[in-house]
Structures are given as C-alpha cells and as structure tokens.
C-alpha cells in the first residue's frame, strides 16, 4: 500500500511522549473539538443560574441593573459635565464594552487551573480551555448588547452606516480578548498570584481607559492621545462609541484596534503552546 | 513497524522537593527553599507489545504511579526515553472531571474532550451512563459521588473511546463487585481488540485475573519481569 501519509517518525512506529505536536496539527486538533467548544460553555450558562427564581432572565436583568445604577449616580444623584452629550449612552457602551474584555480575559486565567482534574485525565490540546472561554463570553454578551441597543436607540440615535462594522469591531475585540486570555491562562498556571492581581489591573485600567469620561474632551494633545492608542481598552472602549454614535475617533485607533487584535492573539497562542505539555504537570 | 505498543529505555525520573516553593523572599535574599531530590524512578527498561496486559506491583513510594503517569507524558522524564505507540489514556483514582457537574455532563464533557463530536456523544451517552451502573446518581453532581462511584464514571468515560493504551491506577480497587466483573469484561474485550493495558493494583487476584505479565518494582528499579504466576510467587514471597 503506497500513501502520502508521513512517514513513521522511527522504524518501531512509537514517538516519544510529552513531545510537542506540530502547529498544524495542534490546529487541527482544536478544529475536531469545536462541539467542545461551544457545547460545554453553553451548558454552563445553562446552569449558572440554576438555583435562582429568574434563571435565565439573569443574563439580560443583570446589564439593565447595571445601567440602573449608573443612570441614579451620574444621571440623578450628581449630574455635572463630563464634556459629554448624553452621558448615560456614553457610559453604557464604555461600561459594557470595558466589561467584555474583563470577562474573557480574568475567566479566561482560571480556565487552566479550573481544569486540572479533565487536563490530568484526558488528552487534548489545552487551547481548548480559554478558547471555549472565549465562546461563553460571547455569547453571553448578546443580551449585553441588546441592553447597549436598546440604551442607543431609546436616547434618539439612529443607525448608521458604520453600525456595519459592529460585527467587524466585536470580531476584533473578541480576538484581542481571546489572545491576551491565552496569555494569562498560562501565567496564571505559572503563578496564581496573577489571579488576585489582576482585579486591580482592570480597575486601574478601567480609569485610565476613558470609560466614565471623554479622553478626547481632556487631552488635546495629538502625541497623548497617541499614547492613549497603547492602551487597548481605550481604543476598544473608544471604537465602540465612534461606531454606534458617532463619537470622536481618529485612524489612529482604527489602525490600533486591528494591531491589538491580531499581535495579541498571535503572542497569546504562541506562548500558551510553549507551555502545552506544563499544564497539570505535577513536578 | 512492529506490534511494539510501548518502548520504556532507561526511563528516569526525578522529582525535586521543596519544603515550601520559593516565594519572592527567598528569590530576593538568594537562597532556595531546601530542596530534596527524589528518584522515583532509576532506569527502568520494558517494552511492551499491542494486545498486551501487564501488571505492575511493588510497594507504596515503588515508582509505579510515577512510571504511569510519566507514560503519559505528564511527568517529564529525567533521562531515558519513553516512547508510545498513540498517546496512552490515564485512570487514578483521584481523578476527577468536574466536581459541581452531574455525572451525566461530566460523562458528555469527557466524550467532548476527546474529540467526539455532538452527534457521537448524543449516540454514546446512554450506553456509557448504563456501563457505570450508577443509576438514579448519574444526574447528581459529582461532589456527592462516593471515590468507587468516582471510579466507575471515569472507567466508563476514559473506555468508551477505546484509547489503544490504557493506564490504570488502582481504579478498579474502589470498585465494588459487580463493577469489578463488568470492568474486566470491558478489559477483554479491549485486548480483544489490539488494546495495551498497564494495571498498577496491590491487589493479586485482580492481576492475576487480567494480566498475563507483570513487572515488579522496587525503589524506582525493576526486580522482575515476566509472567504473572512466576513474579507475583516471588513477589508475594519477599
């Protein structure tokens, strides 16, 4: 029998355990699992609210609370100028776009650690585990978006033409979100420090990223505002508003979004496979 | 090729132990948490065949788990090199899958995990759920599993693909009767079928019953190495 097959890496046919798979392969792997991926986050959300009265309704109460308070706080209880319009749409599409990235990335960190018994037991590329992360957070933002619609839509503002490059944006911001998930992930297996730090990195992140205030109202400067493209929330956060209402927004973060998405994912997957064969390793 | 399933040549393995793991102190002020160097395992050399069921005694602290798990490819090897024919399925007894999950999703993840597909899983579920013979528990979550109950889902999960090796560890111990005689059912039929079986039991009869070979272990060494009857009377005689 004459096959293209690759040939037998020894006479004997055996390969050495622990030996890294090749990235095609490694690919291929994660591709034979995408019922893994989106079946097991799904089941999860499934059952996150199990023990409630709501349930599901959870899911889509929990953003519209969310915007509650803001709207008492900022709207109500102490309504100054921020150099912004309409501040509570301001707030919502920052709120909930910050929000995303936090979610996949810190759920993303524990994905590993959170797995070790299904790691030690079964073999199968470790991606799986932030990837299918990835996928329950996105899915669970679909009722986060429509509270964000909703928000949009009630203060007057009406669809444009850039609302096309919603899928684009989210697209982006999950690719970014996804890379830097891989990235803590592994750390995280490393050192679970990274998991009590990184609470306070999104909170610091959270004020320097222009989520309750307009950057562009503060800093004039074009060379800040540059520095400002560094910080991939920001220019997350920012892209949002520029797409669904038309807030201030140079090339600069347009070319920032795709670099953070693709360099992030591409750094995020090659130091998650370096570590392949570490996770649940007992020495 | 040949039928070798498993080539294990001078297979070494170190462990280094620390009393604690260096914290950021030590690290700054230069020195290292004492550290102690095990060898759990010196040198070990076998091979087996496809179709083969090898059991593998020795006391507590031989090396037998160690020598499973680094067959896996979990615990990197010292020296030596270990080599496999597809990579092998582990069962311990402390495996677990995922604690606040129903027996039932757990057994669906597992199949998941290993790359079945959905339709795949939905055809297999019911029969692996049967094998465990867990009945009405199969939907409670598994933090209320008792470590047999544990034991009898995993066998199921990890068998239900048929892994061309497979490593046990003690998970039939936990077992009760009539579980015992199903998984040794399932074990014939997997050699049945060209499947590899490492089985590390401190119980006799149960390699006696479904191993034709056995190595011996002691301190990280191989004494001895052949058939059942002949290793296990001079086992049982030390």
């Not at chain 1, 203060?155 to 919603?166: A, C, D």
Request: one cysteine or more; a neutral charge; hydrophobic letters at 45%.
């Amino acid at each position: 029998m004459t096959t293209n097959a690759p040939l037998p890496q020894s006479y004997d046919g055996l390969f050495p355990v622990g030996r890294s798979t090749p990235l095609g392969e490694y690919l291929r792997e994660l591709w034979v699992r995408r019922d893994y991926i989106v079946r097991v986050p799904l089941a999860e959300l499934r059952s996150q609210n199990a023990h409630t009265l709501l349930g599901g309704i959870w899911l889509i109460l929990n953003p519209l609370l969310q915007v509650g308070v803001y709207f008492l706080v900022f709207g109500v209880i102490m309504p100054i100028d921020r150099g912004v319009d309409s501040y509570l749409v301001f707030l919502t599409l920052g709120v909930f776009a910050f929000h995303y990235s936090q979610r996949v990335i810190s759920d993303g960190a524990r994905s590993v650690v959170s797995s070790m018994g299904l790691i030690r037991t079964l073999r199968f590329p470790r991606a799986t585990l932030p990837l299918s992360n990835s996928v329950g957070q996105a899915v669970a933002f679909g009722p986060v978006f429509a509270v964000m619609l909703v928000v949009v839509l009630a203060h007057g503002n009406v669809p444009t033409v850039r609302w096309l490059l919603l899928p684009v944006l989210f697209g982006l911001q999950t690719l970014f979100s996804l890379g830097a998930s891989l990235l803590t992930a592994r750390f995280n297996h490393l050192y679970r420090d990274l998991e009590n730090l990184l609470p306070f990195v999104f909170r610091l992140l959270f004020y320097v990223s222009g989520v309750l205030y307009s950057v562009d109202h503060y800093v004039d400067e074009a060379l800040l505002r540059a520095l400002f493209a560094l910080n991939p929330m920001y220019v997350y956060v920012t892209a949002w508003r520029w797409v669904m209402v038309g807030g201030p927004a140079t090339a600069v973060e347009g070319l920032a979004a795709v670099a953070w998405a693709l360099v992030t994912l591409v750094v995020g997957f090659a130091v998650f496979r370096a570590g392949e064969n570490t996770y649940g390793r007992t020495g | 090729m040949t039928d070798l399933a498993l080539r294990c040549t001078g297979a070494e393995v170190t462990y280094t132990i620390r009393s604690h793991r260096p914290l950021i102190r030590d690290l700054l002020r230069g020195h290292r948490p004492a550290a102690q160097k095990i060898h759990a395992l010196r040198g070990v050399t076998f091979d087996v065949h496809v179709g083969e069921s090898v059991g593998v005694v020795g006391p507590n602290g031989s090396g037998k788990t160690t020598m499973l798990q680094a067959t896996t490819g979990l615990l990197p090897v010292s020296a030596g090199e270990i080599r496999v024919r597809s990579v092998p399925a582990f069962l311990g007894v402390q495996a677990v899958l995922r604690n606040q999950l129903t027996g039932r999703r757990n057994i669906e993840i597992g199949l998941l995990a290993q790359g079945l597909d959905r339709a795949a899983v939905d055809h297999l579920l019911p029969s692996v759920a049967e094998f465990t013979g867990l009945g009405d528990a199969i939907d409670m979550r598994m933090e209320t599993y008792s470590s047999g109950m544990r034991a009898r889902l995993h066998f199921a999960v990890a068998t239900a693909t048929s892994p061309e090796i497979l490593l046990i560890d003690e998970a039939l111990a936990v077992g009760d009767r009539t579980f015992h005689e199903k998984s040794a059912q399932r074990l014939d039929e997997h050699r049945a079928n060209a499947g590899t079986v490492l089985l590390v039991s401190h119980n006799l009869a149960e390699i006696r019953r479904s191993c034709e070979r056995v190595i011996w272990l002691q301190s990280g060494l191989i004494v001895a190495d052949g058939p059942t009857d002949e290793v296990l009377a001079a086992y049982e005689a030390s």
